[in-house]
């Protein structure tokens, strides 16, 4: 594993806390919002296909043991989530304007479904409208709105993660090393 992919790991197990205390505590109730799966978007767009559904399961745990929720739950959609967003980012051009957001709003809807299909599983009374007229829009849209802001801010983390890491090139003596030749 290289430093790059390490400090993104860093900065997501990080952020994970730290934007569900600012969800939690301090924006309320926010219709809607769950930073959780924004969170887990941009893992699955800057993480490769199978690490970021560990990833994505990382910070699914994280808000289950936040909230207090059945373990598992948030874990298994947020991998969902994360597991699509790779692959949908396999199909888009990832330089493409708003490529990241297209791909949010198709993976937070997918991640929406398996999410209402395990309530469904667990007989919670969860009604079929109530799922598509106060659920799933106002996700879709946050997705849609955030994803961008959470990836510059995860590459910003990442990246000063990145400057302190020790790199790997001070190993050895002459080129590529960080020593002078003798």
């Given at each position: ?149 959470v990836n510059l801010m995860v590459s910003g983390v990442s990246g000063i993660i990145a400057m302190v890491w020790p790199s790997k090139r001070g190993k050895g003596v002459g080129i590529g090393s960080d020593e002078p030749r003798l």
């Amino acid at each position: 594993m290289n430093g790059k992919r390490m400090s993104l790991y860093i900065a997501y197990a990080l952020l994970a806390p730290l934007l569900l205390l600012v969800q939690y505590v301090y924006l309320g109730s926010a219709k809607g919002l769950d930073l959780a799966v924004v969170l887990a978007c941009s893992a699955g767009w800057q993480i490769p296909l199978p690490a970021s559904a560990v990833a994505g399961f990382g910070i699914g745990l994280v808000q289950d043991v936040f909230t207090g929720r059945t373990i598992g739950f948030s874990a298994l959609s947020l991998s969902v989530v994360s597991m699509t967003m790779s692959w949908v980012r396999g199909f888009l051009n990832p330089r493409m304007p708003f490529s990241d957001s297209i791909a949010a709003v198709v993976s937070t809807g997918i991640g929406d479904c398996v999410s209402y299909a395990a309530l469904r599983l667990l007989k919670m009374p969860v009604t079929w409208e109530f799922f598509i007229r106060d659920v799933v829009p106002y996700s879709l849209i946050w997705s849609f709105v955030l994803i961008i802001p959470v990836n510059l801010m995860v590459s910003g983390v990442s990246g000063i993660i990145a400057m302190v890491w020790p790199s790997k090139r001070g190993k050895g003596v002459g080129i590529g090393s960080d020593e002078p030749r003798l």
